[in-house]
């Protein structure tokens, strides 16, 4: 579900806001019926974002969400096991009983400590998004003339940090700069407390 990468704020196209929101509410959806069928007992649905499109974030520009719906997640706990797009491959290949498929997902840390082994099956009912979905932007939008320029023929095509600024400053406001991003070679475990903050 690629609405979430939005068309920044191309004139006549949803806001990068309605994007995001119909694209979680989609997803909502999607766990919902699965939740209230005769498959939810057995199912296991995993959700990432392809990239973390190199965005701005206090920990590290590559972080993204990940998400996990099963009756066998865990809840009520907080896993702060460093995971990675291949740790949700390699995860999926063991519950499918199939070998890795490269050294990548073979050296992947799986969700174990995400999965117990008791069912709750309680089923996910939908919130329906609480801001307008068909929301467009307007000639007068930050960045209109900029992202009118972009190829959004498929994700990706558009330049990431220039896309990037005009979701930002489009949201935020034009005179709120846009953070650097952070790179760090490891996670921190404390952000606040770590010398490598002060880099």
């Known amino acids: 579900m690629p609405e979430d990468h939005t068309r920044g704020t191309q004139p006549g196209a949803f806001t990068p806001q309605a994007s995001v929101a ?3 509410y989609a997803i909502g959806q999607l766990v919902d019926a699965v939740t209230h069928s005769r498959y ?24 993204t969400v990940g998400l996990v719906v099963s009756p066998y997640v865990k809840r009520g706990i907080v ?15 063991l519950l499918l009983g199939m070998p890795p498929m490269s050294q990548y997902d073979a050296a992947a840390m799986p969700l174990y400590a995400s999965f117990g082994t008791e069912p709750v099956v309680t089923p996910f009912t939908v919130i329906p998004p609480e801001i307008d979905v068909n929301a467009k932007n307007t000639a007068k939008s930050y960045g209109a003339q900029q992202s ?6 498929d994700v990706d095509r558009a330049p990431m940090h ?3 600024e005009i ?21 921190l475990i404390d952000a606040g407390d770590s010398a490598a903050d002060k880099d």
Request: charged residues 25%.
């Open 79 to 93: 896993d702060s096991t460093f995971y990675s797009t291949s740790s949700f491959v390699r995860s999926m290949e």
């Open 148 to 153: 009118m320029k972009m190829d959004f023929s």
């Open 162 to 164: 220039a896309l990037n």
């Open 40 to 63: 939810w007992p057995s199912t296991a649905i995993f959700i990432i974002e392809d990239d973390a499109q190199d965005g701005s974030d206090h920990v590290d520009a590559r972080r």
């Open 22 to 24: 119909n694209n979680d």
């Open 167 to 187: 979701i930002w400053k489009s949201i935020k406001g034009a005179d709120v700069p846009m953070p650097p991003p952070v790179h760090r070679f490891r996670p």
